[in-house]
C-alpha cells in the first residue's frame, strides 16, 4: 500500500510532524511506500523527506495531481478552526468522489475546545471516510458525541522507538554525561521538552522552579518559539536566566532529546492545553518520574504516585510541592520512572502504534 501524509498547518518540528515522521519510518520498514507533504519549506527531519508546498491550494494541486502514486490520504492535521477543516474536507471530497481514494483524518485539538462549530463539517466528513483518529479519550468523547457515526472514531496516540531511541541508561552513563555539562552525581535535575508558547505553562513552570532551592538543582528547558506567532521565547529566555539553575537548549532537528531526557530525573509538563503530548511519551520511555498538570492528553498517564505526580492547572504551590516531592525522594523517583517506562513500552511502542494505523487506514 501506498500512503500519502499531509501535514497542513506548516509548523515545522511541531510534536505532530515529529509523531508523523516517527510513525512513516515505521511503516516503511513495514514495507509500505509513505510520503509526507507539508504546508511550508521542504526539508528532512530524522532522515525523512517532507515536501514543502507554499499553501492549501498548492497542496490540493499536488494531491490531485499525484492520485495515481497512493492508495490512501490521511490528513495528519491539528485543526484549530472550522475554516481550515473546510479547505482539507474539501479538497478530500474532490480526491474520494472522482478518484475513489481512501481518506482518513487524525484530529486533534487542543484542551477541551469544541471540535467544530457546523454539524454540517461532521456530515460532510462521515461521506468521505469511514475512520477519523484522535490522540485521546477526551477528544475521542467530544467528537464521538456529535458524530452521525459516532464507531467511526479510533484512538491513535503518539508511538515512540522504546526499543532503540527512548531508553534508560546505565547509571554510569548517566554520570559521564552528567560530568560532561559540569554536574556531579549528587545534583538533581528536571526537565521540560515542547514549544515555548502560552498553553504550554512555562511561565507557572518557571515561576514555580524559581521557589525552588539553587543548591545541585537544575531545570533544562529543551525548545524554542519555533515559528509560531504565540512564541514566548523571549520572556522564557529572560525569566530563566533570572533563576539563575535554568539551561535553555535550544531545539534543532539534530538535537538529541533522549541524551538530555535520559540524564534527568523526572520531567515536568504544566500545560493549560494539550492533545497529545509526544515530549512527555519520550519522557516516559526513558525511564522518568512525570510532574503534569491535570488535563486531558496528561491524565491517562500520569498515574499519581504510580508514574509519576499531577498537580491541578495553574496551581503553582502545588506544583512546588511535586517538585521538591521529587528532588527528595529519590527512592520513588526510581520507582515511578520504571513504572513509567513500563507504560510506554507497552502502550506507545511504535510498532503497536504502526499496527493500529494499517488497521486504521485498511479500514478505510
Known sequence: MRILMVIPYGTNRSGIEIATVRLAIQLEKMGYFIEIVEKGETHVLN????????????IEKYLVESCDNYDALHWAGMFETDDE????????????????????????????????????????????????????????????????????????????????????????????????????DNWTIGIYAGRFVPRKGLDLLLGAWSCISKQNTLLILIGSGFDDPQSTEKQVVNTAKQCGNVAIVPYTDQVDRSYYYALSDFAIFAGRQE?????LVESMSCGLPIIASNIPG???????KVTGLLFEPENKQEL?????????????????????????????????????????????
Do not use: W
Not at 496528561?298 to 499519581?304: G, S
Open 47 to 58: 532522515d525523512f523527506p517532507i515536501k514543502g508546498l507554499a499553501d492549501i491550494l498548492e
Open 85 to 184: 477543516i473546510i479547505s482539507q474536507i474539501a479538497v478530500s471530497e474532490k480526491i474520494y468522489f472522482i478518484y475513489h481514494k481512501k481518506v482518513t483524518f487524525f484530529l486533534e485539538r487542543t484542551g477541551s475546545s469544541i471540535p467544530f462549530n457546523s454539524s454540517s463539517l461532521y456530515e460532510r466528513l462521515v461521506r468521505i471516510t469511514s475512520k477519523v483518529s484522535v490522540p485521546n479519550l477526551e477528544q475521542k468523547k467530544q467528537i464521538e458525541s456529535i458524530l452521525l457515526k459516532p464507531e467511526m472514531v479510533e484512538l491513535l496516540p503518539t508511538g515512540v522507538d522504546t526499543e532503540i531511541e527512548f531508553c534508560p541508561i546505565e547509571t554510569q552513563t548517566k554520570l559521564s554525561r552528567r560530568q560532561k555539562l559540569g554536574f556531579g
Open 275 to 279: 492533545g497529545e503530548p509526544t515530549a
Open 298 to 304: 496528561y491524565d491517562k498517564l500520569v498515574i499519581p
Open 320 to 364: 512546588i510541592t511535586c517538585i521538591n516531592y521529587l528532588i527528595n525522594s529519590p527512592d520513588d523517583r526510581r520507582s515511578f520512572g520504571k513504572n513509567a517506562r513500563s507504560v510506554a513500552v507497552n502502550n506507545r511502542g511504535i510498532k503497536t502504534i504502526a499496527a493500529k494505523f494499517i488497521s486504521l487506514i485498511e479500514q478505510a
